[in-house]
């Protein structure tokens, strides 16, 4: 039940009294949905044996589950993602990995969104920060790590708000848009520590103020 409590939120200036009504009423029917089965099994063994009570309840939980997610929107989503997370095609802890300079330029990887770096010892790498969402066959879609949040914000249900949920799926679909699908063999993972990363924006600001400071010496 603290599941889907715990995404809901509440548009601004909900009265108190309705919230507490929403809850409820969302309370009870978790409870029904969880009583639901055993009831089942029970009645239907008493009438027509243990092999029609599971097949009853087999058939009943994905209905309930479909009816129950015409309201509560971001259930699908979260069946769906529980799916690819537990085998192995979504991962959303977020790694390091390095790419070789040979087949990707640094500069497709903007700094503020991927934390390009590269290191004295490895010149002929450069490392990113970012989370594999999806990793299917030679394919491996990586995503800067600012996706996280956008993609915990679209769990989460507006209950009297229902616009509210619509705008953050656009949200996530935007932030979506500056993912990169790459073939496995161009990226790899290396969480390892290095020390002293260099990062490509901070040698190009150092740069520009060598310049200035030159231009002011010849003042």
Known sequence: MMFPLNQLDFSEGTNDWTEIVIITVLASAIVTIGI??????????????????????LVSIPIVIA?????????????????MYLSGISDWRTHQYYIERKIYSHAMFN????NTRYY??????????????????????VCPAEIKKARKESMRFTVNDFSEYDKKGKDLKATAMRCIAFNKNDIHTWDSPLPEPIYYEKVKLMTENSMIQFLHMLK
Do not use: C, H, Q
């Not at 639901?36 to 029609?52: C, F, I, Q, S």
């Not at 997610?69 to 069946?79: A, E, F, G, T």
């Open 120 to 141: 004295k010892d490895i010149p002929e790498k450069f490392f990113i920060t970012g989370v594999s969402e999806f990793s299917l066959g030679n394919i491996k879609l």
């Open 36 to 57: 639901l089965p055993g009831a089942m099994v029970v009645n239907e063994r008493k009438k027509k044996g243990w092999v029609t009570s599971i097949t009853a309840i």
């Open 111 to 114: 700094n503020a969104l991927w």
């Open 67 to 83: 009816v129950f997610s015409i309201w509560y929107r971001p259930l699908p989503n979260m069946v769906i993602n529980m799916a």
